[in-house]
């Protein structure tokens, strides 16, 4: 519930594939991610693509010390930290206006790195530079992707990573922009854990 009452960010880009993780569908996953032990009390976690941080604020709410929050959009940095504010995280969350792949980013060595990426359906290879940044953080990661997906488990078993797809789920899709047919719809998820 505290998650699903987060504010949202009020312009959504369609070229950044900016789609909102549903509040109770980040609660499951951050849920999965603490039983893998990754995301444990005190640990700094990086929110790759954090939209309005509802991943990295779930992340403090189940004891995280520390949490980065990046995205490239200014409209949802302001979001994220006024969340935040409102959670009374503001003095543990770093909220970063940078584009992954392209600005030069400092994440101090996070013990966990969550990203939901654009998923590259309306700018193709778009998930790029987020796996990119995945693989030289040399973290513990967690990936929410396009269940039909299959560069995924390639791409890090190439670089010599661990990768292991453990579950799907719904996402809901609320008609946000123009090529949009439906007044809702969804589409499947997948999870995935990466280690180096």
């Given amino acids: 519930m505290l998650l699903s009452e987060l504010e949202q960010t009020q312009s959504q880009l369609v070229e950044l594939e900016q789609y909102s993780t549903d509040g109770d569908l980040a609660a499951r996953w951050l849920t999965d991610i603490s039983t893998f032990g990754d995301l444990h009390e005190g640990c700094t976690v990086a929110d790759l693509g954090a939209g309005n941080g509802v991943l990295g604020l779930g992340a403090m709410a189940l004891g995280a010390g520390r949490t980065v929050l990046i995205d490239s959009d200014q409209n949802a940095c302001h979001t994220a930290q006024s969340n935040a504010e409102k959670m009374g995280f503001s003095d543990s969350v ?7 792949g392209t600005d030069s980013i400092q994440l101090d060595s996070p013990d966990v790195v969550i990203s939901n990426p654009p998923w590259g359906r309306q700018s193709p ?36 990573w661990f990768v292991e797809r453990y579950g799907e789920a719904d996402f809901p899709l609320p008609a946000a ?4 047919s439906r007044q809702r719809g969804k589409t499947r998820a997948a999870f995935w854990r990466l280690n180096p």
């Fill in 94 to 100: 770093e909220v970063i206006h940078a584009t992954i």
């Fill in 125 to 160: 290879k778009a998930d790029r530079p987020f796996l990119d940044a995945i693989l030289s953080t040399r973290a513990s990661s967690h990936l929410m992707h396009s269940a039909e997906a299959s560069h995924i488990e390639p791409l890090f078993e190439e670089h010599g």
């Fill in 177 to 180: 922009y123009s090529h949009h």
